[in-house]
């Protein structure tokens, strides 16, 4: 099976476009038999019924660095090129999907536009996906799974150099392309704004010295258990605010808040951009 890219596909970054995958990894998923027996004539069309097939999303496991399927599938992607509005509506026709079915073709799709788009239609076709929260497994570099969400593989194409050791073409903060005109300044959706204006204001809880301890030990039999009762209930709005704000600082600056040593230097940081999101809202501020 020839492995080289199709002729007539565009350039990407200036050079071949499988050439953004070191040759190290491309070399390990053209000796996989996946490779050789499922990705073999691989056209625009029949790559989607392929992704569709997808269990989880991964780049490289284990101790010998095994090619994932949905690794080989992003290099077929890259030799074949198909054009970018198919790629769209990889992105839109699995937006509607509530069974859950095609949600790993819309991160296969994502991936893809990340290595090969222009920086504004990046950010234009992947924002929207940030609040896509339907639940994905993902395959560590150490072979294991972990339940995680599709926002939050999203959140890494944008914010991030790399995506589980695989290396990601550099991507200009937003705010630079917003100086330049190339981007619209970032249009918050209307559910998440209208959630954070009905979110009340969290008020302080003062406890005493005697109610400490008893306070302390709560936390410490019970705190896991709420936890976990409470991820299992329905997001309300004013969690996808506060969790969009908070995860997606990329509108702002990217790798800023990276830098800053401390957690406490970061949670403050935090939580005062909230508070001048809920300012702008005319809402009381977080405790801070």
Known sequence: MANITDKGVAGAHGGNPQFLISQIVRDRVYSLRYWKE????????????KAAELKYVGTVYGPLQRPSPFLCLLVKLLQIGPEKEIIKSFIDLSAGDDAGELRYLRALACTYLRYIGRPEEIYNWLEPVLWDYRQIVVRKLDGSFEISNLDTWINTLLTEDEIITLGL???????????????KPFDWPPEVVEGLKEEPAEEPIEVDGDDKT???????????????????????????GERTHRRHRHHHHRHGDKKKKGADAEEQQEI??????????????LRT
């Open 38 to 49: 499922e990705c073999f004539g691989l056209n625009a069309e029949t790559i989607l019924d």
């Open 169 to 183: 073409p550099k991507l200009p903060q937003r705010h630079i392309l917003e100086e330049r005109e190339a981007l």
């Open 214 to 240: 008893h306070a302390e030990g709560q936390a410490e039999d019970g705190g896991a258990e709420g936890s976990r009762k409470g991820d299992d209930r329905s997001r309300s709005k004013s969690t996808d």
């Open 272 to 285: 005062d951009e909230a508070n001048a999101l809920r300012a702008k809202l005319g809402l009381k501020p």
